[in-house]
Structure formats: structure tokens, C-alpha cells
């Protein structure tokens, strides 16, 4: 990367962004992490959560069971039933949710700013005093297992499964969806929901965030007065997160059958880098390049648009939290006949941005595209919520939004040349296909 960048060349000023000196910030007793940013554009408020539960916490035997914990936190609570709520919720033309997720449950919070204190109160009350009603749990483990039936019918969801199952180890958070599988939610009981919501719900190493028209120190005080007296479970002892992993010695192909479809569905990738990686931003432009600007990179150009092999082609590149590496994948749905051809197709892109550097202009059009972006994001409080929530998650220091300008622009060729030549294109990659049987076979 280029030494010296001037803020005059830069497309964006950097002291536009949040950073360290407008994020208000405050840190608990029992481990919950503060946030606010006072936006009084418009009278709305938005409050963005991660807790430290999700299915990295749940036994083999019982994957998913976080999913429907999370499902039921606001089916009822000690002192409000499912109608109760919905009516609190409703009355304020207001937005409450939860949402199990591999390594953390999140809640979304979306109301007017005089609402949001009886809003949070509820949540809190969700988050320490659910009472997963019998009939709320069947209804609730009913609508999943339906989901997971239909999953096995979608080319796209079971080529994505199959690639975390290979991609990531038996004894990898990432190796497992966090809705589970049909052999283990069917025998999941309201007794199991209960107990694992006993064990691992907690404030430690929780992140709330508020975003919109209250001043930022009295939202720490509404934060702190809902949650600051919320208790840990003395005994429980998280396991660490995953560590990194080798990949495997070569590339690994895998394909599920899913009959009756006239569509396959492939996703090829690696586990590449954690969030807070020095090349996390290097291998952001590549995959710009690859299979994001315009109409989908060169993937979207060449797969799609030129040999007509792909109803929709693109890469993406994951977030994770350090040290579980994030996967970097070419995802593309084709016709059945036209897998192996769009496979080595999307390959030899790969293999070209290793062998040759993108030419200046190309790259300096993706480099203006993901610096545009950034502003745009933070248009709405939801959106300046969930960057502010991402830098304390992922590690990346407060100032972090305002240093990405200024690193994606003194991004070179030879970087992206580079980091696609060491994450992506050494041939170790997993290959996982969906769909029906190819004529030809």
C-alpha cells in the first residue's frame, strides 16, 4: 500500500464519519458496552444490541436451540403476555426484535424517542424474565421445523450449508447453522429452551447501541438505568471462540441433490480473514472488483452478461470476529447443464486478478465506489447504529470509519494482486453445488 495519502486527494473527508470524539461511551459494571450518537434530523430513535450467546454455545444435540430462544424472548414475560406486548409495541407504530445469530443474539429497537425508555424496559424484561408460554413455544417450533423442511428444497440454502460444513471443522462455531437442523430442533423441548436461557443469557461482554434524536449522554443514562443492575450467571464459562484453521491440502468439491429443480446454485470459497486483518480492507476492493461494483465485477461481466451461463453471479466477503477467518466466496446460480463451465469460468477470473493487476482506472473506480458507500451507510440511524456496533464487535478501534477512507484509497494494484494470490487463488478452495442432476449425468 502507498505510504503518504493527503485528506486534500482523499474523495471524502475523513472528519465527516463518527469517531472517538462524537461517540459517547460508557462501560458497566457488569461488562455491558455503551454506545450513542445524537442525530436530530428526525424525531426516531434506534437502538442496536449483541449479547454473548448464540449456537456456538449450544451441545451437539441440541443446534438451534438458541434460535428458538431468541424467537420466544418476546412471545412473554412475568409481567406481560404475548397480546400485552404486541399491543406496547404496536400502540408506538414502534419495531422489536430478536435474533439468534452463530456467536451472538442480537436486538433491534426502532421507535420515536420519547417511546424508547418504555421500549428498552420491555426489552430488559425480555432479556431477564421470558416465560416461553407452552403455546407460544409450539407455535414457534412449529414455524421453524417448517423452515428448515423447505431449506432442504432451495438449491441456493443447501450449496451454502454444505460449503460451511466443509469449509469450517466439526469443532468450528461456523461448521453449524444457527437454526439447526431438523434432526436436532424436532426433540428440543420447552424445558431445553428454558435451561439453556438459565445458563447463557447475560449482560458481560454485551454492546448496546443507541442512535437518534436523544442527547447522547442522557441516552448512557437511560442504557445504564434499564440494564445496570442486570446480573451475571455466576457459574457460566463460555468456551473461546475458534481458532483459525489449516485449509485443506487441496480443493474440495462437494454435490447435494435437490431434485425437481430447474436451477443449481454453487458457492466457492475459503475461510480467508478476520475483520481486524491488515489486508481486511486490500481484500475489500479485490472482491469490489471481483464480483461487487457495477452489475456484479468481473464475475457479473463474464459469467453472467458475456457467456450467458449465470442467472445471477457475484462474490462476497464476511465479517468475523478475530481469530475465526471469515469466508470469501463466488456465489452463482445456473442452469444445471452450465455448472462445470461457469465454475472453471469463475475461477479463471480469480486466477487472472492473481496472474495480472487490475488496470489503474478499474481500480480507482471501485476505490471511489466503496468510499462513496461509506456516507451513504450512515444515512439512517439504523445504519450509524450498526457501524458503531461493528467497530466495538470486530475490534476495530472507534476511529476505525474514519481511517477506512484514507486506507481503501492508498489501496494498490499490486495489494489486490496480492491478497487475491494469498487468500483466494493457491487452488485450496471448497467447491459446494446444489441442485438437481445434470442432464449429462
Given at each position: 500500500m502507498s505510504s503518504t495519502t493527503s485528506h486534500e486527494t482523499l474523495p471524502l473527508d475523513p472528519s465527516?464519519?463518527?469517531?472517538?470524539?462524537?461517540?459517547?461511551?460508557?462501560?458497566?459494571?457488569?461488562?455491558?458496552?455503551?454506545?450513542?450518537?445524537?442525530?436530530?434530523?428526525?424525531?426516531?430513535v434506534y437502538v442496536t444490541a449483541s449479547f454473548a450467546v448464540g449456537s456456538h454455545d449450544e451441545p451437539p444435540a441440541q443446534k438451534g436451540v438458541n434460535n428458538l430462544v431468541a424467537a420466544l424472548l418476546s412471545r412473554g414475560?412475568?409481567?406481560?403476555?404475548?397480546?400485552?406486548?404486541?399491543?406496547?409495541?404496536?400502540?408506538?407504530?414502534?419495531?422489536?426484535?430478536?435474533?439468534?445469530?452463530?456467536?451472538?443474539?442480537?436486538?433491534?429497537i426502532k421507535s420515536l424517542?420519547?417511546?424508547?425508555?418504555?421500549?428498552?424496559?420491555?426489552?430488559?424484561?425480555?432479556?431477564?424474565?421470558?416465560?416461553?408460554?407452552?403455546?407460544?413455544?409450539?407455535?414457534?417450533?412449529?414455524?421453524?421445523?417448517?423452515?428448515?423442511?423447505e431449506r432442504e428444497h432451495d438449491p441456493r440454502?443447501?450449496?451454502?450449508?454444505?460449503?460451511?460444513?466443509?469449509?469450517?471443522?466439526?469443532?468450528?462455531?461456523?461448521?453449524?447453522?444457527?437454526?439447526?437442523?431438523?434432526?436436532?430442533?424436532?426433540?428440543?423441548?420447552?424445558?431445553?429452551?428454558?435451561?439453556?436461557?438459565?445458563?447463557?443469557?447475560?449482560?458481560?461482554?454485551?454492546?448496546?447501541?443507541?442512535?437518534?434524536?436523544m442527547p447522547a449522554q442522557q441516552a448512557l443514562d437511560l442504557l445504564e438505568d434499564v440494564f445496570g443492575d442486570w446480573e451475571n450467571r455466576p457459574h457460566r464459562q463460555r468456551a473461546p471462540l475458534p481458532d483459525a484453521h489449516p485449509l485443506p491440502e487441496q480443493a474440495v468439491e462437494h454435490f447435494t441433490e435437490?431434485?425437481?429443480?430447474?436451477?443449481?446454485?454453487?458457492?466457492?470459497?475459503?475461510p480467508a480473514l478476520s475483520a481486524n486483518d491488515p489486508d481486511y480492507v486490500p481484500a475489500q476492493v479485490a472482491n469490489s472488483i471481483l464480483g461487487v461494483f457495477g452489475l456484479m465485477g468481473r464475475l457479473g461481466e463474464s459469467v453472467r452478461d458475456e457467456k450467458g451461463l449465470a442467472y445471477y453471479a457475484y462474490s462476497s466477503l464476511g465479517r468475523a470476529k478475530a481469530p475465526i477467518k471469515a469466508p470469501w466466496m463466488a456465489v452463482a446460480g445456473v442452469a444445471p447443464e452450465n455448472v462445470q463451465l461457469a465454475v472453471e469460468t469463475t475461477l479463471a477470473e480469480?486466477?487472472?486478478?492473481?496472474?495480472?493487476?487490475?488496470?489503474?482506472?478499474?481500480?480507482?473506480?471501485?476505490?471511489?465506489?466503496?468510499?462513496?458507500?461509506?456516507?451513504?451507510?450512515l444515512e439512517t440511524n439504523e445504519g450509524m447504529a450498526g457501524a458503531i456496533k461493528n467497530m466495538v464487535y470486530y475490534d476495530l478501534g472507534l476511529d476505525y470509519l474514519q481511517r477506512l477512507p484514507e486506507r481503501i484509497w492508498r489501496v494498490e494494484a499490486e495489494d489486490v494482486q496480492r491478497v487475491v494470490q494469498t487468500y483466494l487463488a493457491h487452488?485450496?478452495?471448497?467447491?459446494?453445488?446444489?441442485?438437481?442432476?445434470?442432464?449429462?449425468?
Open positions: 465527516t464519519l463518527p469517531g472517538p470524539e462524537t461517540i459517547a461511551t460508557r462501560t458497566l459494571a457488569n461488562g455491558l458496552r455503551l454506545l450513542a450518537w445524537e442525530n436530530f434530523v428526525s424525531p426516531a414475560t412475568r409481567d406481560h403476555d404475548y397480546d400485552a406486548i404486541n399491543e406496547m409495541i404496536e400502540s408506538r407504530s414502534a419495531s422489536l426484535a430478536f435474533s439468534g445469530g452463530v456467536l451472538s443474539t442480537s436486538l433491534s424517542a420519547e417511546d424508547m425508555p418504555d421500549l428498552l424496559r420491555l426489552a430488559s424484561e425480555m432479556l431477564r424474565a421470558p416465560t416461553f408460554p407452552e403455546d407460544q413455544f409450539a407455535r414457534v417450533k412449529d414455524r421453524v421445523l417448517t423452515a428448515l423442511r440454502s443447501m450449496a451454502s450449508l454444505a460449503f460451511y460444513k466443509l469449509a469450517y471443522p466439526e469443532t468450528h462455531a461456523y461448521h453449524w447453522p444457527s437454526s439447526g437442523y431438523l434432526e436436532t430442533v424436532e426433540p428440543i423441548t420447552r424445558a431445553d429452551v428454558e435451561a439453556f436461557f438459565e445458563t447463557h443469557y447475560e449482560p458481560r461482554d454485551g454492546i448496546i447501541v443507541l442512535s437518534g434524536a435437490v431434485p425437481g429443480k430447474a436451477q443449481s446454485d454453487f458457492v466457492l470459497g475459503v480469480i486466477r487472472r486478478m492473481a496472474d495480472e493487476r487490475v488496470p489503474e482506472d478499474e481500480l480507482t473506480d471501485n476505490k471511489l465506489y466503496l468510499i462513496g458507500a461509506l456516507p451513504l451507510q487452488g485450496r478452495h471448497v467447491l459446494s453445488i446444489a441442485g438437481p442432476r445434470s442432464p449429462a449425468e
